[in-house]
Nanobody, 123 residues
Framework: QVQLVESGGGLVQAGGSLRLSCAPS????????MGWFRQAPGQDREFVAG????????RYADSVKGRFTISRDNAKNTGYLQMNSLKPEDTAVYYC????????????????WGQGTQVTVSS
């Protein structure tokens, strides 16, 4: 069973930055599309960003375009989510996920999930 481990969450003031990392438990990075999702209290989990296996196709939710950057380093078997200009509404638990197929915005397309990392943005 592949496991994904997120890191890099924390507390930051509005306008600040954080970088999240996602490392699978085995060398699957280059074989899977990777995505980031988030879930705020009382809300559904939502798509944030996704990147295909090669890194050539990237998708973002409208709410984070221009502020967040998804990337991957297949040699290091790690994915990243750089979050800049953070807003209080970005506060949520952030999850990384791996998809055997093409990059997708749908939760149900992803095969493996991490446990999540908390991001809190204070105003």
């Amino acid at each position: 069973q592949v496991q994904l481990v997120e890191s890099g969450g924390g507390l930051v003031q509005a306008g600040g930055s954080l970088r999240l990392s996602c490392a699978p438990s085995e060398g699957i990075c280059s074989n899977y599309a990777m995505g980031w999702f988030r879930q705020a209290p009382g809300q559904d989990r939502e798509f944030v960003a996704g990147i295909n296996r090669s890194g050539g196709t990237i998708r973002y939710a409208d709410s984070v375009k221009g502020r967040f950057t998804i990337s991957r380093d297949n040699a290091k078997n790690t994915g990243y989510l750089q979050m800049n200009s953070l807003k209080p509404e970005d506060t949520a638990v952030y999850y990384c996920a791996a998809d055997k197929g093409l990059v997708s915005i749908r939760i149900t397309d992803y095969d493996y999930w991490g446990q999540g990392t908390q991001v809190t943005v204070s105003s």
